[in-house]
């Protein structure tokens, strides 16, 4: 099976532009989470999507959505950027409706934004 | 969520049995434990997960004591390729969303 991708691997953006990722689940997967990581944060929670809806939402402001398609696959937008959006981006999938920690995660290689 | 606290970095040379202890005291009956290994520039891969006693897997063994306050991830024979950050995760069903502490920077050296 192929494992979850992302595109693009690389971005770069100026502040006040938005942009937008993509993840492609492992075939049959139904969650999909996002993760933002930087150096001084660490790994973060940005939310996970189910079935097409929002189940779970992390401490992130407004400017930070998603959505998921019906054949799983997902998206998040990041509009007006900031210098403190630069981060790698990552996406996860898990198999069943679960979730969570009884549920293991399947992580992409992730998005590298960087905003200048 | 229960907080973890494990070391933030770690030391160790190939061939040698690594241990990792991660602390937990606020686990709730519900919770279970689960680590997580991340090399720079990739995502976190799932090592091992468990709720209670011992559990094995071909790459890593978990340990729990009786009061779960704390887990023990042992790296058997560890090699250069094992150089990586370790995560220690505790939780019940959030639905997908995993909280992310520290982590154990491990080093491996010659």
């Known amino acids: 099976k192929a494992g979850v991708t992302q595109t693009p691997r690389y971005l770069i953006k100026t502040r006040g532009q938005q942009v937008t990722l993509s993840c492609s689940p492992i075939s049959g997967h139904r969650s999909v989470s996002w993760y933002q990581q930087t150096p001084g944060q660490g790994l973060q929670f940005l939310f996970e999507y189910f079935s097409e809806t929002q189940r779970n939402k992390g401490n992130f402001p407004g400017r930070f959505s998603g959505r998921q398609f019906s054949n799983s696959r997902s998206e998040m937008n990041v509009s007006t950027l900031e210098l403190g959006d630069s981060a790698l981006y990552l996406c996860a999938s898990s198999p069943s409706g679960r979730g969570g920690f009884t549920d293991e995660q399947f992580f992409g290689p992730g998005t590298r934004l960087t905003v200048l | ?98 909280i992310f502490g520290q982590g154990t920077e491990l080093s491996v050296k010659p």
């Open chain 2, 1 to 98: 969520l229960a907080k973890t606290t494990q070391p933030i970095s770690m030391d160790s040379y190939e061939g040698q049995e690594v241990n990792i202890t991660c602390s937990h005291n606020n686990i709730a009956t519900n919770d279970y434990i689960t680590w997580y290994q991340q090399f720079p520039s990739q995502g976190p891969r799932f090592i091992i997960q468990g709720y209670k006693t011992k559990v094995t897997n071909e790459v890593a063994s978990l340990f729990i004591p009786a009061d779960r306050k704390s887990s023990t991830l042992s790296l058997p024979r560890v090699s250069l390729s094992d150089t990586a950050v370790y995560y220690c995760l505790v939780g019940g069903n959030q639905g997908g969303k995993l």
